[in-house]
C-alpha cells in the first residue's frame, strides 16, 4: 500500500449532489497518468464529472475519452479543455454522453484499445446491489466490461471508498478485488489517496475549507460524508499480455482443432 497526495488546490465539488462522493483530482489524475501511461496512450474515463482526467492525459500526449451522464458537466469539462489546451489537443480528445450511466454502449469501438481505464464506484445503492440496476462498474459483469477496453498491459483504476450499510461502515475494496481477478485482471496496488494537503507532516486543512452538509438520503447514496472522507481508495489492476502458448491455446477447440 502506498500514499499519494493528491489535494485539490480548491474545495473538492461532491461528484453527486447528496455531497459525500468525491472526484478525482488533478493531482492525483496527474499520478495515474504518470505511472501507468506512455505518449501516445489511450485513456478513458468513465462517468466524468470533469475534465482533470482529460487534461491530465492530454498533456503528456496521450489520446483521451471520457463519459458523462450529464451533458452540462460535459459542456463545461469541454470549455475548460479548450481554455488550457491547443487546438491539436483536442483533436484527440473525445467527450461521450452515455444517459442511464450506460457508459460501455458507447465505447464498444474502443475494445481492447485502452492503455488506463479510469472507473469511480460510488455508494450509491445500484453500486453496491447486483440485484439493483447493471452499473459498468460495479458488477461482476460491468468489470468484465471494463476489463474488455483494455490492450493487454493495460491497466484498470477504480477509485472507491467506505460506504455505509445501515448502521455499519463496509469498505467495498475486497469485493472489487475479487470481481476483478474473476474477470481475468491482476491486482497490482492500492493506493492511498489523501484529499487533504499535508504541512510539517500533519494534516493542515485549508482554512477556508466548508464541508458541504449531505442530504439526508441515504438510501440512495451510502457514501460516507466529505466531512469524515479524508482519503479515497485506489485500487489499480493489470490486464496480463498473452503469452505465445496462451494464445495458440486460444485459437484450438476444446476437441484440439484449429477455429
Excluded at 93 to 98: G, K, V
Aim: aromatic share 4%.
Amino acid at each position: 500500500m502506498s500514499v499519494w497526495l493528491a489535494a485539490a488546490d480548491t474545495e473538492p465539488e461532491p461528484a453527486c449532489r447528496f455531497g459525500c462522493c468525491l472526484p478525482v483530482s488533478p493531482l492525483l489524475a496527474w499520478h495515474l497518468i504518470t505511472t501507468c501511461t506512455r505518449l501516445g496512450s489511450l485513456v478513458i474515463d468513465i462517468d466524468a464529472t470533469d475534465h482533470a482526467v482529460l487534461s491530465s492525459a492530454l498533456t503528456p500526449g496521450c489520446r483521451a475519452v471520457a463519459t458523462f451522464t450529464d451533458p452540462a458537466r460535459a459542456h463545461l469539462a469541454w470549455q475548460a479543455l479548450q481554455r488550457l489546451h491547443p487546438g491539436h489537443d483536442l483533436d484527440v480528445a473525445d467527450l461521450r454522453i452515455a444517459p442511464g450511466q450506460d457508459a460501455d454502449q458507447v465505447l464498444t469501438d474502443l475494445l481492447g484499445t485502452a492503455d488506463l481505464v479510469i472507473a469511480r464506484h460510488h455508494g450509491h445503492p445500484s453500486h453496491l446491489d447486483d440485484r439493483e440496476g447493471d452499473h459498468l462498474s460495479a458488477q461482476p459483469k460491468g468489470i468484465s466490461r471494463l476489463a474488455a477496453l483494455l490492450a493487454a498491459g493495460g491497466h484498470l483504476v477504480i477509485v472507491t471508498g467506505l460506504h455505509r450499510a445501515d448502521e455499519y461502515v463496509r469498505d467495498p475494496a475486497p469485493d472489487i478485488i475479487r470481481r476483478a481477478q474473476q474477470a481475468g485482471l491482476t491486482y497490482l496496488q492500492h493506493i492511498v489517496a489523501l484529499h487533504l494537503p499535508v504541512q510539517a507532516g500533519r494534516l493542515e486543512p485549508p482554512p477556508t475549507w466548508r464541508v458541504p452538509t449531505p442530504e439526508p438520503a441515504p438510501a440512495r447514496c451510502a457514501g460516507m460524508p466529505i466531512s469524515v472522507r479524508l482519503h479515497t481508495d485506489v485500487l489499480i489492476f493489470n490486464k496480463p499480455r498473452r503469452t505465445s502458448r496462451t494464445a495458440d491455446r486460444s485459437i484450438t477447440d476444446p476437441g484440439g482443432q484449429r477455429s
